[in-house]
């Protein structure tokens, strides 16, 4: 069975998004940015939740052409690549290549999706669908990267509305300032 890991950036107080809704506050260095695109080639599919995925889906089509960001000229070709799942109720379809939305028996389809031959699957965003995920038992392995930024806002790590436990696997430092833990489930 593939692993589904979820992997998310967050501030020092457990945040992943501003109080506007904000993402402007990671730094992609180029350690992190290397790990990232490590990371992709273990993968062969994203997971979003509808907001991640609005966002992901304005920007990273096209970013090699409009960025002179090193990161998003190496990362953009990959995530076009790469095999993507948005997760939505009100979303009536997705209109990037190689993207499938599921609106109805959200379990059911990542658990069918864990099922298939493949290499590892990660989901990028949304926390209430990470912690749906990870209730159910779907959610081999959570990494959280912490950026030295406190955000304040609503929006916390891993909202799954109950006691999960997970098994502290390791921890690595990218570019001198984030600090990335890695968690497997019980």
């Keep these: 069975m593939r692993n589904l890991i979820h992997f998310v950036h967050t501030s020092i107080d457990g945040r ?14 180029p350690e992190l940015s290397a790990y990232s695109l490590e990371m992709n080639d273990a993968l062969d599919t994203l997971v979003f939740g509808r907001r991640v995925w609005e966002m992901m889906a304005a920007y990273w089509p096209t970013a090699d052409q409009v960025s002179d960001d090193a990161h998003s000229r190496a990362y953009a070709p990959r995530w076009r690549a790469t095999d993507k799942v948005v997760v939505s109720r009100t979303l009536e379809r997705v ?52 950026h030295p930024v406190v955000l304040g806002g609503p929006h916390q790590l891993l909202a799954s509305g109950g006691r999960l436990a997970f098994d502290f696997v390791g921890t690595r430092v990218f570019d001198g300032r984030v600090v990335e833990s890695t968690y497997r489930a019980r």
Excluded: Y
């Design 95 to 146: 209109d990037v290549e190689r993207t499938t939305l599921i609106r109805d028996d959200v379990l059911a389809e990542i658990a069918a999706l864990k099922e298939r031959p493949g290499k590892d699957i990660v989901l990028m965003g949304g926390a209430a669908l990470a912690g749906s995920l990870a209730a159910a038992g779907l959610i081999d392995e959570v990494r959280v990267c912490v």
């Design 16 to 29: 992943i998004q501003g109080p506007n809704g904000e993402f402007d506050w990671p730094e992609m260095g």
